[in-house]
């Protein structure tokens, strides 16, 4: 029971605990998600990465590209960063040591990550979580300012494991996220168990440092009340801003113009100049993000089912890959490779909308989604 010895940090208002900032954060990010996430699953790798036929279709991908692409997947993970504190917080405040059902929570999410890449989609993003969590306990009690830092350290390393991708991958970093849902039942779990090493290594080195940093910026942000109004968190990002959109939004678009023409390239190093972008643009454009929710969000009155939805992210998120599985899949609608991009957008908002709906409706009903239960069950262990 050391940690509860131990424990000095700052307790966050009562207000922070379940405040509508980080409600609107977790609806934002699960949206921006599926936008990415359902072209993806919907088409083959390399028709994904050639540019649309339409002028249409080729604005909105270009669009989509720079807006969403690896940003929300930040932002989705500075919100779970910022759920670990106030766990945490919770737990000691109840005098209940929180490692062990710390570590057994990570290991339910590791679980269900492993069932989501079987069954539904091997770009997922739980166990990536989950093993990054693990590296995460180890910083609850560092203090902010020393929080900060070592988020910003684990940015750069991002480019580091860019390169050592590059040199492991080759020519067949993109390939790795061909999702092919054009089988049978069968035959999609195989492809997802055959091609999902390749999949998690492409998460875990272009992504991973990113999604550890972004997780140590929403343990600073718990620590310090960032989502209070007045606080120096949100004076500091307020002047950031404008440089952080200037700069986002450049390496952003330019990242969106590679994806869609760099596999024309023969030398490879528009691909690999387009993903440094991305690495420059992703934590830029999620802070501008950020601040903007902040700014906003108590303008704007979230749905209730969608405010109930955003605080059962692992039913939603789980919903969305089962949705779109069976739109595509061979077993379902069978439309993989059958709809252009404009079309694939229109129906990842559909299932956005649709998995909030259940979701949260089923929440509304019953206190909690249909998996957080089993969550809390592997924790608590009862």
Same mark, same amino acid.
């Given at each position: 029971?050391?940690?509860?010895?131990?424990?000095?940090?700052?307790?966050?208002?009562?207000?922070?605990?379940?405040?509508?900032?980080?409600?609107?954060?977790?609806?934002?990010?699960?949206?921006?998600?599926?936008?990415?996430?359902?072209?993806?699953?919907?088409?083959?790798?390399?028709?994904?990465?050639?540019?649309?036929?339409?002028?249409?279709?080729?604005?909105?991908?270009?669009?989509?590209?720079?807006?969403?692409?690896?940003?929300?997947?930040?932002?989705?993970?500075?919100?779970?960063?910022?759920?670990?504190?106030?766990?945490?917080?919770?737990?000691?405040? !109840?005098?209940? !040591?929180?490692?062990?059902?710390?570590?057994?929570?990570?290991?339910?999410?590791?679980?269900?990550?492993?069932?989501?890449?079987?069954?539904?989609?091997?770009?997922?993003?739980?166990?990536?979580?989950?093993?990054?969590?693990?590296?995460?306990?180890?910083?609850?009690?560092?203090?902010?300012?020393?929080?900060?830092?070592?988020?910003?350290?684990?940015?750069?390393?991002?480019?580091?494991?860019?390169?050592?991708?590059?040199?492991?991958?080759?020519?067949?970093?993109?390939?790795?996220?061909?999702?092919?849902?054009?089988?049978?039942?069968?035959?999609?779990?195989?492809?997802?168990?055959?091609?999902?090493?390749?999949?998690?290594?492409?998460?875990?080195?272009?992504?991973?440092?990113?999604?550890?940093?972004?997780?140590?910026?929403?343990?600073?942000?718990?620590?310090?009340?960032?989502?209070?109004?007045?606080?120096?968190?949100?004076?500091?990002?307020?002047?950031?801003?404008?440089?952080?959109?200037?700069?986002?939004?450049?390496?952003?678009?330019?990242?969106?113009?590679?994806?869609?023409?760099?596999?024309?390239?023969?030398?490879?190093?528009?691909?690999?100049?387009?993903?440094?972008?991305?690495?420059?643009?992703?934590?830029?454009?999620?802070?501008?993000?950020?601040?903007?929710?902040?700014?906003?969000?108590?303008?704007?009155?979230?749905? !209730?089912?969608?405010?109930?939805?955003?605080?059962?992210?692992?039913?939603?998120?789980? #919903?969305?890959?089962? #949705?779109?599985?069976?739109?595509?899949?061979?077993?379902?609608?069978?439309?993989?490779?059958?709809?252009?991009?404009?079309?694939?957008?229109?129906?990842?908002?559909?299932?956005?909308?649709?998995?909030?709906?259940?979701?949260?409706?089923?929440?509304?009903?019953?206190?909690?989604?249909?998996?957080?239960?089993?969550?809390?069950?592997?924790?608590?262990?009862?």
């Amino acid at each position: 029971m050391s940690e509860i010895a131990t424990y000095t940090d700052r307790r966050p208002s009562a207000e922070n605990q379940r405040n509508h900032y980080i409600d609107t954060v977790r609806a934002v990010a699960l949206f921006g998600i599926c936008v990415i996430n359902i072209p993806i699953m919907g088409m083959t790798d390399f028709l994904y990465h050639t540019p649309p036929e339409t002028a249409f279709d080729l604005s909105l991908k270009m669009i989509i590209e720079s807006i969403f692409m690896m940003k929300f997947f930040l932002l989705f993970s500075f919100a779970f960063g910022w759920s670990v504190f106030i766990q945490h917080d919770s737990l000691l405040r !109840n005098k209940i !040591n929180p490692k062990p059902i710390y570590f057994r929570r990570v290991i339910g999410l590791i679980i269900f990550g492993t069932l989501h890449v079987i069954f539904v989609f091997n770009g997922d993003i739980l166990i990536l979580y989950g093993l990054m969590a693990i590296v995460l306990w180890p910083l609850r009690n560092r203090r902010v300012k020393t929080l900060v830092s070592i988020a910003k350290w684990s940015a750069l390393l991002s480019v580091f494991t860019l390169l050592l991708l590059i040199i492991i991958a080759g020519d067949q970093a993109y390939n790795a996220t061909d999702l092919r849902l054009g089988g049978s039942f069968i035959q999609t779990v195989e492809y997802r168990i055959d091609t999902w090493s390749d999949t998690f290594s492409l998460l875990l080195l272009l992504q991973g440092p990113l999604v550890f940093s972004a997780f140590v910026l929403g343990l600073a942000a718990a620590k310090s009340d960032f989502f209070d109004r007045n606080s120096s968190g949100i004076k500091k990002l307020a002047k950031r801003t404008p440089l952080y959109l200037t700069f986002g939004l450049l390496t952003s678009i330019f990242f969106a113009w590679s994806t869609s023409y760099g596999q024309f390239d023969s030398s490879g190093s528009l691909i690999v100049k387009g993903l440094v972008a991305a690495l420059i643009s992703a934590p830029l454009m999620t802070c501008v993000y950020l601040y903007f929710i902040v700014r906003f969000s108590h303008y704007i009155k979230l749905l !209730n089912v969608i405010q109930i939805a955003s605080r059962n992210t692992l039913s939603c998120y789980i #919903l969305q890959g089962i #949705l779109a599985s069976f739109c595509f899949a061979d077993y379902g609608f069978g439309w993989f490779n059958q709809l252009n991009y404009s079309s694939l957008i229109l129906l990842a908002i559909g299932i956005y909308l649709i998995s909030c709906l259940l979701v949260g409706s089923y929440a509304k009903h019953f206190g909690k989604g249909p998996l957080e239960p089993i969550l809390r069950r592997v924790a608590y262990g009862k």
